[in-house]
C-alpha cells in the first residue's frame, strides 16, 4: 500500500498566502521524491504521462547537466487538500487524502523521467526499466525495485523545482474554496485549449454519471483523460449524449447542440457538456465534485448505455442496405474495404486488416468517415420519448434497426447521392439530419400502425 504521508524537504523554499490557497515552491533534493513517488499519483493530472522523446529529453539532461537541471524545467505542481505539518528544516508533512483531485496536478512527464533514471541509477538499466512506457507501469516496476531505489537514495542530489498547493488553513469554507479552485489552476497550467475543457470535464467529476450508464465492458476502452490507455474517446462518447439530451427540455442558460455538430464539432459538445453538468438545476457540488441530481438527465445517460451498440450495428449495415438500394458503396472514393488480395495492387482502396467498428471493435467490412451515418445515428434519438419526466425508449432500438434499417437507408440513399458522396456536405448538412430522422419516424408511424 502506497503510503498517506510523506515528508518533503526544501533546500531553499518561498511560502506564499493569498486568499485560500498557500503556496510552497523552491527545489528539493532528488532523494526526497523517492516516498513521494511511492504515495503521490497522476489521477489528479488531466494527463496520464508516457515515455517518449519528451521523457528522454528530460533523462538527458539529468545525466549531463545536473547542476543546471532545476533551471531547465519547470519542475512538479503537487496539490494537497490539507495544510500541511510543518516541521523544522524546511521540512513539510503531506497527507493524501483524494487521489481524485490530489497529488501531481503537472509535471507528470517531469516526475515519470526522474523515477525512471532513480530506476536506471538503482538496476543498472535493467531491461525492465526500459520496458516501462506508461506511468502505471512505471509504478508496478518501481515497487519490484524498492530495496536497491533505497541502496542510492543518497546519491540522488541533483535538484528539482517542486511547487506545492496547499489551503492556506483548517476551515471548512476554505477547503472548499481550495477544492473549487484546483480544477480552474489544473486546467490553466495544461495550457491546451481542448485539454483545458476535457480536464475540466473529467477533474470535476462529470464524467461519473457517464461511466456508471455505459456498458463496463467498453468503460475501460474510453480515453478519460490525455495519454490514457483506450481506444475510444471520451469526446465521441459525449457527443453521442447529446442524442437523448436533445430530447428533454434543457435548464435556462444552457446551450442546446445543434445535430450536425454531433460530427463537426465534438469540442462544442464537450463545452455545452461542462455548462449542463455545472447548472444547478443539474448538478450539486459536493468536495470540488459535481454530483448529478437532476432525474432526467440521468435518465438520458441511460440510454446512453445502448447508442454505441447502435452506432456499431450501423456502421456494419449501412454498407450493405446501400448497395441492396442499388448503389457502390465501395465505390464512393473515401471508402475502403477489406480485401487482401486486392491491397498489393490498390491500398488506396483495398485494406490488408479487417476494419473493425468505432466503440466495441467488432469486424466490419468497410472502413468510412462516420459523416456519413451519423444523421442516422441521431435519429435514433426518434425512438425516445420523455414519460413522467424521464427518458425512455419508445420501441426496442435493436429491433428496430433489424426491421427498418434497409428501407430507411433505400430513402436516406439520397442525401449521399446529392452530395455527389462527400462526406462532409452529409455530416455537416443540417437537412441530412432532418432527412435521417423523418425517415425513422415514417417507420415508427407504420410500425404503430401495423400494431393497432
Given at each position: 500500500?502506497?503510503?498517506?504521508?510523506?515528508?518533503?524537504?526544501?533546500?531553499?523554499?518561498?511560502?506564499?498566502?493569498?486568499?485560500?490557497?498557500?503556496?510552497?515552491?523552491?527545489?528539493?533534493?532528488?532523494?526526497?521524491?523517492?516516498?513521494?513517488?511511492?504515495?503521490?499519483?497522476?489521477?489528479?493530472?488531466?494527463?496520464?504521462?508516457?515515455?517518449?522523446?519528451?521523457?528522454?529529453?528530460?533523462?538527458?539532461?539529468?545525466?549531463?547537466?545536473?547542476?543546471?537541471?532545476?533551471?531547465?524545467?519547470?519542475?512538479?505542481?503537487?496539490?494537497?487538500?490539507?495544510?500541511?505539518?510543518?516541521?523544522?528544516?524546511?521540512?513539510?508533512?503531506?497527507?493524501?487524502?483524494?487521489?481524485?483531485?490530489?497529488?501531481?496536478?503537472?509535471?507528470?512527464?517531469?516526475?515519470?523521467?526522474?523515477?525512471?533514471?532513480?530506476?536506471?541509477?538503482?538496476?543498472?538499466?535493467?531491461?525492465?526499466?526500459?520496458?516501462?512506457?506508461?506511468?502505471?507501469?512505471?509504478?508496478?516496476?518501481?515497487?519490484?525495485?524498492?530495496?536497491?531505489?533505497?541502496?542510492?537514495?543518497?546519491?540522488?542530489?541533483?535538484?528539482?523545482?517542486?511547487?506545492?498547493?496547499?489551503?492556506?488553513?483548517?476551515?471548512?469554507?476554505?477547503?472548499?474554496?481550495?477544492?473549487?479552485?484546483?480544477?480552474?489552476?489544473?486546467?490553466?497550467?495544461?495550457?491546451?485549449?481542448?485539454?483545458?475543457?476535457?480536464?475540466?470535464?473529467?477533474?470535476?467529476?462529470?464524467?461519473?454519471?457517464?461511466?456508471?450508464?455505459?456498458?463496463?465492458?467498453?468503460?475501460?476502452?474510453?480515453?478519460?483523460?490525455?495519454?490514457?490507455?483506450?481506444?475510444?474517446?471520451?469526446?465521441?462518447?459525449?457527443?453521442?449524449?447529446?442524442?437523448?439530451?436533445?430530447?428533454?427540455?434543457?435548464?435556462?442558460?444552457?446551450?442546446?447542440?445543434?445535430?450536425?455538430?454531433?460530427?463537426?464539432?465534438?469540442?462544442?459538445?464537450?463545452?455545452?457538456?461542462?455548462?449542463?453538468?455545472?447548472?444547478?438545476?443539474?448538478?450539486?457540488?459536493?468536495?470540488?465534485?459535481y454530483e448529478l441530481k437532476n432525474p432526467q438527465i440521468a435518465s438520458a445517460f441511460a440510454l446512453?448505455?445502448?447508442?454505441?451498440?447502435?452506432?456499431?450495428?450501423?456502421?456494419?449495415?449501412?454498407?450493405?442496405?446501400?448497395?441492396?438500394?442499388?448503389?457502390?458503396?465501395?465505390?464512393?472514393?473515401?471508402?475502403?474495404?477489406?480485401?487482401?488480395?486486392?491491397?498489393?495492387?490498390?491500398?488506396?482502396?483495398?485494406?490488408?486488416?479487417?476494419?473493425?467498428?468505432?466503440?466495441?471493435?467488432?469486424?466490419?467490412?468497410?472502413?468510412?468517415?462516420?459523416?456519413?451515418?451519423?444523421?442516422?445515428?441521431?435519429?435514433?434519438?426518434?425512438?425516445?420519448?420523455?414519460?413522467?419526466?424521464?427518458?425512455?425508449?419508445?420501441?426496442?432500438?435493436?429491433?428496430?434497426?433489424?426491421?427498418?434499417?434497409?428501407?430507411?437507408?433505400?430513402?436516406?440513399?439520397?442525401?449521399?447521392?446529392?452530395?455527389?458522396?462527400?462526406?462532409?456536405?452529409?455530416?455537416?448538412?443540417?437537412?441530412?439530419?432532418?432527412?435521417?430522422?423523418?425517415?425513422?419516424?415514417?417507420?415508427?408511424?407504420?410500425?404503430?400502425?401495423?400494431?393497432?
Amino acid at each position: 500500500m502506497n503510503p498517506d504521508k510523506v515528508i518533503i524537504k526544501f533546500e531553499q523554499v518561498s511560502d506564499q498566502s493569498n486568499d485560500a490557497i498557500r503556496r510552497l515552491a523552491g527545489f528539493v533534493k532528488a532523494k526526497y521524491l523517492v516516498d513521494l513517488v511511492d504515495a503521490a499519483d497522476l489521477n489528479a493530472n488531466p494527463r496520464s504521462a508516457k515515455v517518449g522523446n519528451v521523457t528522454d529529453d528530460i533523462i538527458e539532461s539529468i545525466k549531463k547537466t545536473k547542476d543546471i537541471f532545476p533551471f531547465k524545467t519547470k519542475g512538479i505542481l503537487l496539490a494537497v487538500s490539507t495544510p500541511p505539518k510543518d516541521l523544522e528544516r524546511k521540512r513539510y508533512e503531506l497527507e493524501f487524502r483524494d487521489n481524485e483531485i490530489e497529488g501531481i496536478l503537472d509535471g507528470g512527464h517531469n516526475t515519470l523521467a526522474i523515477a525512471i533514471h532513480i530506476l536506471n541509477v538503482a538496476t543498472d538499466e535493467d531491461r525492465a526499466v526500459r520496458r516501462i512506457k506508461r506511468w502505471s507501469d512505471l509504478k508496478e516496476v518501481w515497487s519490484q525495485y524498492k530495496d536497491k531505489i533505497a541502496d542510492v537514495r543518497e546519491q540522488l542530489d541533483f535538484l528539482v523545482p517542486v511547487e506545492i498547493l496547499v489551503p492556506a488553513d483548517n476551515s471548512e469554507e476554505t477547503q472548499q474554496q481550495f477544492k473549487r479552485a484546483i480544477l480552474d489552476i489544473c486546467a490553466a497550467r495544461n495550457n491546451n485549449v481542448q485539454l483545458m475543457v476535457d480536464t475540466k470535464a473529467n477533474q470535476a467529476g462529470h464524467y461519473e454519471c457517464i461511466k456508471n450508464s455505459l456498458d463496463p465492458a467498453l468503460v475501460g476502452e474510453v480515453i478519460w483523460k490525455t495519454n490514457e490507455l483506450g481506444r475510444v474517446p471520451v469526446r465521441d462518447i459525449v457527443a453521442l449524449s447529446w442524442i437523448p439530451l436533445s430530447v428533454l427540455k434543457l435548464p435556462d442558460g444552457v446551450s442546446q447542440i445543434s445535430p450536425y455538430q454531433l460530427y463537426s464539432s465534438k469540442g462544442k459538445c464537450m463545452e455545452a457538456f461542462v455548462e449542463l453538468m455545472e447548472h444547478p438545476e443539474v448538478s450539486t457540488l459536493v468536495s470540488g465534485n459535481y454530483e448529478l441530481k437532476n432525474p432526467q438527465i440521468a435518465s438520458a445517460f441511460a440510454l446512453l448505455k445502448d447508442l454505441p451498440k447502435l452506432y456499431d450495428i450501423i456502421y456494419q449495415k449501412f454498407p450493405e442496405s446501400y448497395n441492396d438500394a442499388r448503389g457502390s458503396f465501395g465505390r464512393i472514393s473515401s471508402v475502403k474495404k477489406f480485401d487482401m488480395s486486392k491491397y498489393s495492387e490498390n491500398p488506396q482502396k483495398y485494406l490488408k486488416k479487417r476494419p473493425t467498428t468505432p466503440f466495441y471493435g467488432d469486424e466490419a467490412e468497410y472502413q468510412y468517415a462516420d459523416g456519413f451515418i451519423m444523421p442516422l445515428v441521431y435519429a435514433l434519438s426518434a425512438l425516445m420519448i420523455e414519460q413522467d419526466g424521464t427518458l425512455a425508449w419508445k420501441v426496442d432500438p435493436y429491433q428496430f434497426l433489424e426491421q427498418n434499417l434497409p428501407s430507411i437507408v433505400e430513402n436516406y440513399k439520397g442525401v449521399l447521392d446529392l452530395s455527389q458522396w462527400d462526406v462532409q456536405k452529409v455530416g455537416k448538412n443540417s437537412a441530412s439530419y432532418s432527412m435521417a430522422k423523418q425517415q425513422f419516424e415514417n417507420c415508427l408511424l407504420r410500425q404503430e400502425a401495423k400494431a393497432a
